[in-house]
């Protein structure tokens, strides 16, 4: 069975320190593994996209790690901002058929406290 | 001011009432999707639309009704016959369907059925 599970499921930090957060997966076959940001009441928002042959990929205090053997991925967060509190979302792109079917995570929700 | 638009945000119903969920894109993407997201768990596709005049059921579509008559708009009916429709409604949209095109959020719409 295809799925994505994500850790921990919430997460408190103080602002300015960094965090990293867990992503697992048992998807086949893989395409790609992005992580999304959303913030309460709104919509997702990609912040990187990986395919199998990236092992990393940064966007701005944002790191994403993949490690496609042992299917796991991470989101380090660097010199948190209040801004950050956010729920992380990871998401595994399955290749089925004409439609590549996106598996979602359960998200990681994040609380930056100043 | 390109991007993708739901409305209403909030909307109240009562049971055993249709309601018409509205998504708008000005993107110029061939395809759509509605997903649900309940608490603690991740984003479930409704239907998909690759193209005009055509959809397809994703892993949750009963009780839901879909259609795609202009490129741009991608209404979801939230029939009676859905058990559970209180939830948040998110729509997306990308160029294609393809594993390698990012999928884009929009606002979503907060449906509560009493």
């Known amino acids: 069975k295809n799925q994505v599970e994500q850790s921990p499921q919430s997460l408190i930090i103080l602002e300015g320190k960094n965090c990293t957060l867990q992503?697992?997966?048992?998807?086949?076959?893989?395409?790609?593994l992005r992580w999304y940001k959303q913030d309460t009441g709104r919509g997702p928002v990609s912040l990187t996209i990986?395919?199998?042959?990236?092992n990393t990929k940064s966007n701005g205090r944002y790191t994403a790690t993949l490690d496609a053997d042992t299917k796991q991925s991470s989101l380090h967060i660097t010199a948190s901002q209040l801004s950050d509190s956010a729920s992380y979302i990871c998401?595994?792109?399955?290749?089925?058929?004409?439609?590549?079917?996106?598996?979602f995570g359960a998200g990681t929700r994040l609380a930056v406290h100043p | 001011d390109g991007g993708i638009t739901q409305s209403p945000k909030y909307l109240f119903r009562k049971e055993g009432q249709n309601v018409t969920l509205s998504c708008e894109q000005n993107?110029?993407?061939?395809?759509m999707y509605w997903y649900r997201q309940d608490p603690g768990q991740g984003l479930r596709l409704i239907y998909y639309?690759?193209?005009?005049?055509?959809?397809q059921k994703g892993d949750i579509a009963e009780g839901y009704s879909v259609s795609r008559e202009k490129k741009e708009s991608f209404p979801l009916t939230v029939t009676s016959a859905q058990k559970n429709p209180t939830a948040f409604y998110l729509c997306?949209?990308?160029?294609?369907?393809?594993?390698?095109?990012?999928?884009?959020f929009g606002p979503g719409t907060r449906l509560t059925v009493t």
């Open positions: 997306a949209s990308s160029p294609r369907t393809g594993s390698s095109y990012e999928q884009y």
């Open positions: 998401v595994v792109t399955v290749l089925s058929g004409g439609y590549n079917k996106l598996i």
């Open positions: 993107l110029n993407h061939d395809a």
């Open positions: 990986m395919t199998f042959s990236e």
């Open positions: 992503c697992n997966y048992t998807v086949s076959p893989f395409s790609n």
């Open positions: 639309s690759q193209i005009v005049n055509d959809f």
